[in-house]
Nanobody, 129 residues
Framework: EVQLVESGGGLVQAGGSLRLSCAAS????????MGWFRQAPGKEREGVAS????????????YYADSVKGRFTISQGNDKNTVYLQMNSLKPEDTARYYC??????????????????WGQGTQVTVSS
């Protein structure tokens, strides 16, 4: 089992920044990818960013949705059990509940929900215009 706890959400004006954190505990050695997903009211949950945190070799370490490329950055903390999502130039359409997720499948699609086994409870991000 892997437990995930998100933090860092809040209310910010358009153009502002927030940094989300995801702390992982438990069987963290089982992780391959860590991802951030978001779900706005009335919309499906979508993949935002993903980072490879496993021990194998992959062709690419990070993935981003087109809607956030150049604005969001996913990174891993020095302790290896924390993943961050730095969000800059926020837009009202970024308003959503953001979820952290962990995958144990190195061959999964990094931005697709079925690739992930473990999920956090989410943290709300609201961007005002």
């Amino acid at each position: 089992e892997v437990q995930l706890v998100e933090s860092g959400g809040g209310l910010v004006q358009a153009g502002g920044s927030l940094r989300l954190s995801c702390a992982a505990s438990g069987d963290t050695y089982r992780r391959s990818y860590m991802g951030w997903f978001r779900q706005a009211p009335g919309k499906e949950r979508e993949g935002v960013a993903s980072i490879f945190v496993g021990t194998g070799i992959v062709t690419r370490n990070t993935y981003y949705a087109d809607s956030v490329k150049g604005r969001f950055t996913i990174s891993q903390g020095n302790d290896k059990n924390t993943v961050y999502l730095q969000m800059n130039s926020l837009k009202p359409e970024d308003t959503a509940r953001y979820y952290c997720a962990a995958s144990t499948n190195i061959y999964g699609r990094p931005l697709l929900q079925p690739s992930y086994t473990y999920w956090g409870q989410g943290t709300q991000v609201t961007v005002s215009s």
